[in-house]
């Protein structure tokens, strides 16, 4: 654990390698692209899989704070807002390609499925949700913001997780094709659960504490 600790701990290594690790998805997808590598329907490729990347890097920005609790390692959390940033990336890049591919980026058009297509609505919701995390993510916003605030606005991740979560349900619900669906729901089940859990110990021993 402490060798763990000591490599985290290493961010100007560690750092561009994250980085470089949360391109690879995008890479894949340009070359795809560029290859013809996409299969029959490479429009829906390109948005599925940004879809998909943006809800895997929320999950792995929420699985932080778990791992720091449990590890003792603080380092964890030092890649929050590089995770966080690129499941905006990826976010921004799954709307791009249904504007464009889906829709031909005729906003009248992108307007009438958004209020037709609950699904289309629930994860474009879920996009304008992340939108003021993006902007305040950085050390002079939580500044300006102060802790209090500034972590109040950020636990809009959690309603986020859930919204993409539902957008993906609904999305896959024509097809009948849950089976991704059921393991993103069951890792933040877990994820969510696990903060429920202490912020209900936070309260009962805040009571205790207080009847004392």
Do not use: E, N
């Given at each position: 654990m402490k060798r763990l600790a000591w490599i985290l701990g290493q961010t100007r290594i560690v750092k561009p390698i994250v980085f470089a690790l949360c391109l690879v998805p995008f890479a894949w997808l340009v070359v795809g692209a560029v290859t013809d590598g996409l299969g029959a329907n490479p429009a829906e490729t390109l948005i599925r899989s940004a879809g998909d990347w943006t809800l895997r890097l929320l999950c792995a920005c929420l699985a932080l704070t778990p791992l720091r609790v449990a590890t003792g390692i603080t380092a964890?959390?030092?890649?929050?807002?590089?995770?966080?940033?690129?499941?905006?990336?990826?976010?921004?890049?799954?709307?791009?390609?249904?504007?464009?591919?889906?829709?031909?980026?005729?906003?009248?058009?992108?307007?009438?499925?958004?209020?037709?297509?609950?699904?289309?609505?629930?994860?474009?919701?879920?996009?304008?949700?992340?939108?003021?995390?993006?902007?305040?993510?950085?050390?002079?916003?939580?500044?300006?913001?102060?802790?209090h605030r500034w972590q109040a606005l950020h636990r809009l991740v959690y309603p986020i997780a859930l919204l993409g979560l539902l957008h993906l349900f609904w999305m896959r619900s024509g097809k009948h094709d849950y089976e991704d669906v059921w393991i993103y729901a069951a890792v933040l089940a877990l994820l969510l659960g696990w903060r429920l859990r202490r912020s209900l110990r936070r309260v009962r021993v805040r009571a205790v504490t207080e009847a004392a």
């Open positions: 964890f959390v030092r890649y929050r807002r590089m995770l966080g940033l690129f499941a905006f990336a990826y976010a921004v890049l799954h709307l791009l390609c249904y504007a464009v591919f889906d829709q031909g980026l005729v906003v009248a058009d992108i307007a009438r499925d958004i209020a037709k297509r609950p699904f289309i609505l629930v994860g474009f919701a879920a996009f304008v949700a992340l939108v003021p995390l993006a902007a305040t993510s950085t050390t002079r916003a939580l500044r300006r913001l102060g802790p």
